[in-house]
């Protein structure tokens, strides 16, 4: 998991990868589901990034869990807590992401 800066505009690209237990499979093997701020689970899919656009203004956690080919998935999910800031308030243009 990375740190990201969030824009006013509220859009956020993420990027992530991992590694399995054993070390077994490689990285681009994997497959990832995400979510935003507990809402559903996106499909398994083999792409290390998500995007989000027009996220309000505030507090938001990113969740991402992994997937080997077998169909293990990962119990410890990785989280991203960040803030999102509204234009126009006098601070800086951006905000930290932290993980």
Sequence with gaps: MNAHDVPPSGDLRVSFSGMDKWNQTNWDRLLYAYRMDSGAWSPFLPSGFAMFHRLAAGEHRFEVRAMDRNGNID????????????P?????DFCRCWS
């Design 75 to 86: 119990p410890a999910r990785s989280r991203c807590h960040s803030r999102s800031c509204s």
């Design 88 to 92: 126009g308030t006098g601070k800086s």
